[in-house]
């Protein structure tokens, strides 16, 4: 899986590498935007896109169609996934579903494998809400058990805290894997198969364990933040089985359109048949988020609960992840610039004399951004534009390759948090470390994640 040496033929305004420093420089200038100016990464991505189309002499009239097509490309499967992900997850929150399904693991697993439960729930839970929601969501429950049980508060949240992360960074319909998945040309369902299968070994070995570790090294108390637990009335709240239901649907749909489609590929059932192109249908990642979503809707809602106040869970759900919708927009038009403008393929170029892999390519370039700006959306979304030429160029690739140089995208996007992720400041604040305590526990979790998730990765895409 080396990167070819006959990239696709492109006709660029400069040498290779004039070419190269403007990609660095533009790189640059997005981070010095991002991290000193402090301007929004949405704003400091068009601007950066814009900039680069005019300096690498892409058309003026065909310069709008290039940032809107990379932009409106990304967004056609962003928007729908990311919006009813998080519908899903604002619906398990109001009803009382995940406060049910933290309960239920934590009396079925004991009280000595509370962590473990409160781990699996997270993991559950995170496959539709966002990492900073989800954990905002478990928190309460997570104090409630450290306090039942005593110990570090860190024994109890690291573990969900890291099955947020995973989940976040692996698994559509998440932002970052999503779009980078769309900008590679990987299978949607696949990727969620194999990010799943990738994230719990991951999330065992690096969060988990290490969680368990951190608890008995560094003794945290459990925070007075967020006060008492506010709990939904038991009466109105929905089983577990429900709950486990919802979230297992989407993933059956989704199971059954690659396994149908394994089928057709082996011949074992006709490819054009309407009945498998059907259920092939219902399996795609944003039918079956809809079709959880609906299904949703109808069984969680309970007496006095009007079509109104649907209504407006589903709009509070949304309003949160505009900014996360358009941040990873702005980051497909930035990689549809840097294709057109031949940008993509002299970087596919350098790499190809350093004798990289792709995914080993992909891993160092996703890493850097990361630790340089901080948001691992941000990293995803670039890196992926970056790569997406390369990727293309690269003859042989499987539909398992594609899978995994995304997985690897997204595990250098996960390593090394640090003083410019807010998601540093956000686990530090709620469990009451200082920065030292944060660097030494979240940051080592963080990096643990990305290395281990890479490993895997790399060894599947050698495997297969």
Known sequence: MLIAADPAPVQPAYSTGVLLGVALAAVLV?????????LHAFVSLVLVSLATAVITKIPLGDLMKTLLDGFGGTLANVALLVGLGAMIGRLLEVTGGAQV????????????????????????????????????????IIFTVARRFGGSVLTYALPAAGAFAVMHAFVPPHPGPVAAGDLLGADMGLLVIVGILVGLPTWYLGAYLYGLHAGRRFDVPVPAVLGEVHDVDPARRPSFGH?????????????????????????????????????RLLGQTPV??????LVAIATLSRPGFRRGDIEKVCNDALAPVCAIILVTGAGGMFGGVLRASGIGEALAGSLQATGLPVIVAAFLVSTALRVAQGSATV?????????????????????????????????????????????????????????????????????????????FAALLSAVF
């Open 101 to 140: 399904l933290a309960d239920t693991l934590i009396n079925r697993f004991g009280e000595k494998r509370a962590a473990f439960a409160l781990g699996v729930a997270s993991l559950l839970f995170g496959f539709p809400i966002f990492f900073d929601a989800g954990l905002v969501v478990m928190l309460p």
């Open 30 to 38: 997005l981070l010095f935007l991002i991290m000193k100016v402090k």
């Open 243 to 279: 709950v486990l239901g919802l979230l297992l649907l989407p993933l059956f749909l989704i199971f059954l359109n690659t396994g149908l489609n394994t089928l057709a590929t082996n011949g074992v059932v006709g490819k054009e048949e309407t009945w498998v192109q059907a259920l």
């Open 288 to 293: 079956a988020l809809l079709i959880t979503l």
């Open 379 to 455: 990293a995803l979304t670039t890196t992926a534009g970056l790569m997406a030429p390369t990727v293309a160029a690269t003859p042989g690739l499987s539909a398992m390759d594609l899978v995994c140089i995304v997985l690897a995208i997204a595990c250098g996007a996960t390593v090394l948090s640090h003083v410019n992720d807010s998601g540093f400041w956000l686990v530090g604040r709620f469990l009451g470390m200082d920065e030292k305590t944060t660097l030494r526990t979240w940051t080592v979790l963080e990096t643990l994640l990305g290395v281990i998730g890479f490993v």
